[in-house]
């Protein structure tokens, strides 16, 4: 088992609401990343890789338009949407929307 596959050794958690960092505040330390993202209606994260991790996006609330490659995707409260990070990333919120992201490196 390497670093990667090991279990957290301690139960964490963590309300979104009280993370303060913009656009993005790490939840937890270490693996997988897990990241809050928060943007107001209009703003966006401009386009960007993430080529050794799959990711999930789970939308917590509002709508999120996610430019991966050259497809669109609108993605909404409650939706969650698993995708590849070697391709061209770019979220833009179609309202004020706020999601959870966990960035897992990539299996071989």
Do not use: W
């Amino acid at each position: 088992m390497t670093d990667i596959d090991q279990p957290p050794t301690s139960t964490e958690r963590q309300q979104l609401e009280s993370l303060d960092d913009t656009p993005h505040a790490h939840v937890f330390d270490g693996e997988p990343k897990t990241v809050r993202l928060s943007l107001a209606a209009g703003e966006r994260v401009p386009a960007h890789r993430h080529p050794d991790r799959e990711i999930v996006c789970f939308v917590v609330d509002g709508v999120l338009e996610l430019t991966l490659g050259d497809e669109n995707y609108e993605v909404e409260t409650g939706d969650v949407i698993r995708f590849d990070g070697a391709q061209e990333i770019e979220p833009t919120a179609r309202t004020e929307t706020t999601a959870l992201l966990v960035l897992a490196h990539r299996r071989e």
